[in-house]
């Protein structure tokens, strides 16, 4: 079975500061991971993915997440934190050999940016 | 290109009634889902549609039905509502889950 932790549920930075969201993840096979992005009352965006290519993955508005096997997990950054970028986190995990068996999705992180 | 889009986008009904939330997609994604979205909770699996004709039970499916129209749509229908299902519902599809999912916008439903 997939399961995927986020470790932290809220999370406060400064704007112009690093951002890390923590992702743990569990699963049987090979798995498909993603982050997605949630702003206040809109509905879900893939803010990246990763699927077996290239560990250190890039997304959309300068984020990036590295999946680690042996660590088993899949966290996301910036460099640089903007106002913009506050909003709700959700990490999510595929096993890729289960065809189209749904995806399994974290609680959920909220990422507080301060002026 | 209008991806995933559900109706209405608000809704307000009293304990008891029934209401059917509707979604379609045009991006002739085999697969549909629908999740509920509360306050620490993330997002819970109500029902999904692996394929045109085919229905599964996800987390939470108690107190609501589906039904996969066709390929494009996948309603549901709540028969006797109750404030706990008091919810913001996300509608989404996928062709292949290694490519994630494309959601809707929601429908915040209120039931009092």
């Known amino acids: 079975a997939q399961s995927v932790t986020q470790l932290d549920s809220h999370v406060s930075v400064s704007e112009g500061t690093p951002v890390l969201l923590r992702c743990n993840y569990s699963s049987s096979y090979s798995p498909s991971l993603f982050w997605y992005v949630q702003h206040p009352n809109k509905g879900l965006q893939l803010l990246l993915k990763?699927?077996?290519?290239?560990?250190l993955v890039k997304g959309i508005n300068g984020f990036e997440a590295e999946f680690k096997k042996s660590e088993t997990s899949f966290h996301l950054t910036k460099p640089s934190a903007h106002m913009s970028d506050a909003a709700e986190y959700f990490c999510?995990?595929?096993?890729?050999?289960?065809?189209?068996?749904?995806?399994?999705f974290g609680k959920g992180t909220r990422l507080s940016v301060i002026a | 290109n209008a991806g995933v889009t559900q109706t209405p986008k608000f809704q307000v009904l009293k304990t008891g009634q029934s209401m059917t939330l509707q979604c379609a997609q045009d991006?002739?994604?085999?697969?549909m889902y629908w999740y509920r979205q509360d306050p620490g909770m993330g997002l819970r699996l109500i029902y999904y549609s692996a394929s045109e004709g085919t229905t599964d039970k996800g987390e939470v499916p108690n107190g609501y039905n589906v039904s996969r129209l066709n390929k494009r749509e996948f309603s549901l229908r709540l028969e006797s509502a109750a404030p706990s299902q008091t919810s913001v519902y996300f509608c989404?599809?996928?062709?292949?889950?290694?490519?994630?999912?494309?959601f809707g916008s929601g429908t915040r439903l209120t039931v009092v």
């Open positions: 989404a599809s996928s062709y292949l889950n290694s490519n994630g999912y494309t």
């Open positions: 991006m002739n994604h085999n697969s």
């Open positions: 999510v995990v595929s096993d890729r050999v289960s065809g189209n068996t749904p995806l399994v």
């Open positions: 990763y699927t077996s290519a290239a560990t």
